[in-house]
């Protein structure tokens, strides 16, 4: 199961470089997207710009055509990947509709959250430095980036999710973060109130 869904993420990132290049984001109709790469995204641009220098370097030495080609072909793949990853961040935003809030990394996890299961949310940092960026532990679920959270949900009720590599999971409770949290915190309390605002 691993193997089937880290392929099938592989598929997604790399689908998502196209989406990049012609500006298209993966949002429902009326639903408000949300980035979090900002933090991400210097670092992968680095990464990016070693990759292409370390693919020049190996050019100037003499391995042989053989070596030169297989050599090729890894840096472009990672390359293809980085890119693939940051594009994915960009085109996979959180969002916020009138039902559903979606707690998303990249092509690889899509945590989606009836607005009716929300009892609170609250725009607070945290540290998880040295925790994995996506980690389960007593009904909570965060979802890091650059071991940093800002955003709580608080759940009336578990919701269930599956992670990036298959495994399943529940939680009662969402850390994520979000490149303004303060505006995502916002439209989360703006869609828990509508039900209430139609019943009045």
Known sequence: MGVRHYLRNERRMLASIGLALRGRKALAPGAEG????????????VFAVL??????????????????LVLAAVELYSLLLLLGLLSSMT?????????????????????R?????IAAV???????????ALALADGTFTVALSWQTNVVLELRHPV?????????????????????????????????????????
Not at 51 to 68: P, Q, R, S, W
Not at 122 to 132: F, I, M, N, Q, T
Not at 164 to 184: Q, S
Request: proline share 7%.
């Open 91 to 111: 085109v996979h935003p959180h969002s916020v509709s009138p039902d559903e809030v979606h707690v998303r990394y990249g092509a690889f996890l899509d945590v």
């Open 113 to 117: 959250v009836p607005v009716s299961a």
């Open 160 to 200: 269930a999710f599956t992670r990036p590599l298959g495994r399943t999971g529940e939680a009662r409770v969402l850390k994520f973060y979000a490149d303004d949290p303060r505006a995502a915190t916002a439209a989360i309390e703006h869609a828990m109130a509508r039900p209430r605002d139609r019943s009045s």
């Open 51 to 68: 990759t292409v220098a370390e693919g020049l370097l190996f050019a100037l030495v003499g391995f042989g055509l053989v070596v030169h």
């Open 34 to 45: 949300f980035g979090y790469s900002r933090s991400q995204r210097p670092l992968l641009v």
């Open 122 to 132: 609250r725009a607070r940092r945290e540290d998880h430095s040295g925790k994995p």
